[in-house]
């Protein structure tokens, strides 16, 4: 699999798009969850996008899928963090919706690049 940049890849265009909503959302979280859940659940969602790039910019394809798994992990964290912040009432079921929706897109996406990686080595 050959992709000049990891920006022309779709999964890390999404998990761009993840990480300017999850700000956007998180600007409503209390003034007392700054470094707690607002910073977490930033630093989860921009993880998704660094690691693909991270894993994109190391040149093997070994170390991307690698990078494509932690990628995974950081969704994962991100998904817990805003079942959290619905619990908490931080954020409502349909405020949400979008997010979880994206995030399953993206985690198909990544499954599907893993898939494509393992298939071209």
């Known amino acids: 699999m050959s992709v000049e940049s990891y920006r022309d890849l779709k999964v890390w265009q999404k998990a761009i798009d993840l990480t300017v909503d999850c700000y956007a959302i998180t600007k409503a979280y209390p003034s007392d969850e700054k470094y707690g859940l607002t910073s977490q659940t930033r630093r989860a969602a921009g993880s998704v996008a660094a690691n693909i790039a991270e894993g994109h910019g190391r040149g093997t394809p070994k170390s991307f899928l690698n990078h494509l798994w932690i990628a995974n992990g950081s ?47």
């Not at 954020?91 to 990544?110: H, K, N, Q, T, Y």
């Open 75 to 121: 969704l994962k964290e991100l998904e817990t963090h805003l079942i959290v912040s619905g619990r908490l009432e931080y954020v409502s079921r349909e405020d949400a919706r979008p997010l979880f929706a994206l995030c399953e897109e993206i985690g198909r996406m990544l499954v599907g690049l893993r898939h494509s990686l393992q298939q071209s080595d």
